[in-house]
Every structure is written in structure tokens, then in C-alpha cells.
């Protein structure tokens, strides 16, 4: 069986070691390194804070690019937490569906 990619993240850098000491006895492995991007999700991280977070800016800039969007102006959301909603204001036409 072939796996194409596996991604360890914890604070314990002995279990890390210990599940890379595990793998590597039961499978062949290719150590990479850290990683800064898994399928279209950046990873970045500061050490110095203890922070790791994970981003999908790169993915929905390709979006609006390939739908040119790209271009567009932001503006803020028009609904505000705590906003209610009732039946009056959902459409009553397919006109005004679109």
C-alpha cells in the first residue's frame, strides 16, 4: 500500500519522536520536515508565542480569481449577530430567487 501523505502535529516532541520511531519500524518513510501547506490550507505558526493557525486566504484568492472576482471591492456583511429572520422576507417568486 502506498500512502501519498501524513501530517503529526502535538506539543510532545518525545510522543512525536516516539510515532515517527514506530513508523519507520513498520513502514518505509520520507521524513519531510514542517509543513506549511496540507491539500489547499496554509499552516503557519509562531513559536515564540505558542501560536499555530491554519488559513484558506490562498484558496479563496484562487477562487475569486478563477471566477474573476479577484477585482472586486469588499464591503462589509450586511447581517449582524443576533440579526432574526422571518417568512415576510424570504422570496415569494422565482424573480426574486435569483
Do not use: W
Request: overall charge positive; hydrophobic content about 40%.
Amino acid at each position: 500500500m502506498y500512502v501519498d501523505d501524513i501530517l503529526l502535529a502535538t506539543n510532545d516532541l518525545g510522543l512525536l519522536s516516539e510515532i515517527k520511531k514506530f513508523l519507520s519500524n513498520n513502514f518505509e518513510i520520507k521524513v519531510m520536515g514542517g509543513a506549511y501547506y496540507v491539500i489547499v490550507i496554509e499552516i503557519f505558526h509562531d513559536r515564540s508565542q505558542g501560536l499555530l493557525g491554519l488559513s484558506q486566504k490562498a484558496y479563496i484568492n484562487k477562487v475569486l480569481k478563477r471566477f474573476r472576482m479577484d477585482k472586486c471591492s469588499t464591503s462589509p456583511v450586511p447581517i449582524q449577530k443576533g440579526d432574526k429572520f422571518s417568512l415576510i422576507q424570504c422570496p415569494k417568486n422565482d424573480l426574486e430567487q435569483k
